[in-house]
């Protein structure tokens, strides 16, 4: 156990709806990151939060958007979702930026979202 | 931004065999560099890292070299088991900034009894 907790696990949802991820990060880390992993895919970045405010962006679509609350958990939200949005989408947290040393990335269990 | 590129793609071995996954990367500012493994269904989890003031660490049957020069870094897995079999991803982090892990596309490591 990572430490790292996702919700839902799977999600099926029609094309032009909207769903939204959940994931709350390890205790004590402040950064988040969203990963989407496609078939045959490696690990697309999406977005980093960092102790609730957005830090970078990756190759996130305008559909798609995210914030992280005091708490830290984080929410990805999908919005007029297409056939090509199903994939994984993980979650990982790490204590970077908190200390000067580089540190490895936690994963979530990853959401399955399928768009039908 | 940081490029990673990983080979191959697919490696196929038989057990007892070594297998060795190479990575390169662009950006010179990247400092740490991890490896994770995500078996069918699952999480990446981290096997093994390095960090740029290194050139080689090994634990047990896994091992990873780095070259700064040329920036590239491989793994290397000795004495491949059934096990083994999973995807691999190599990634690159940078020393500052946003510390944004940047992953190469994956080794599918297929193990044959």
């Known amino acids: 156990d990572s430490g790292v907790t996702q919700t839902p696990k799977h999600l099926i949802t029609a094309t032009g709806q909207r769903v939204t991820l959940r994931c709350s990060p390890r205790?004590?880390?402040?950064?988040v990151y969203w990963y989407q992993q496609s078939l045959d895919q490696g690990l697309q970045f999406l977005i980093q939060?960092?102790?609730?405010?957005?830090?970078a962006k990756g190759n996130i679509l305008e559909r798609f958007s995210a914030q992280q609350f005091p708490d830290l958990h984080s929410e990805l939200n999908l919005s007029s979702l297409e056939l090509g949005d199903s994939a994984l989408y993980f979650c990982?947290?790490?204590?970077?930026?908190?200390?000067?040393?580089?540190?490895?990335?936690?994963f979530g269990q990853g959401t399955r979202l399928t768009v039908v | 931004g940081e490029n990673v590129e990983q080979h191959p793609s697919t490696l196929s071995v038989q057990e007892g065999d070594s297998a060795v996954i190479k990575c390169t990367y662009s950006?010179?500012?990247?400092?740490?560099f991890p490896w994770y493994k995500q078996e069918l269904g699952k999480r990446p989890q981290l096997i093994i890292d390095?960090?740029?003031?290194?050139g080689e660490k090994k634990d047990q049957r896994i091992a990873v070299t780095l070259n700064k020069t040329a920036k590239h870094f491989s793994l290397h897995i000795t004495e491949t088991q059934p096990e083994d079999s999973a995807v691999y991803f190599c990634?690159?982090?940078?020393?500052?900034?946003?510390?944004?892990?940047?992953f190469g596309r994956g080794t599918s490591l297929i193990v044959h009894p």
């Open positions: 950006d010179s500012a990247s400092n740490y």
């Open positions: 990982a947290s790490s204590p970077q930026g908190q200390t000067r040393v580089n540190t490895e990335a936690f």
């Open positions: 390095i960090r740029s003031n290194v």
């Open positions: 205790s004590g880390d402040l950064s």
């Open positions: 939060y960092y102790n609730g405010e957005e830090r």
């Open positions: 990634a690159a982090s940078p020393s500052g900034g946003s510390y944004i892990p940047t």
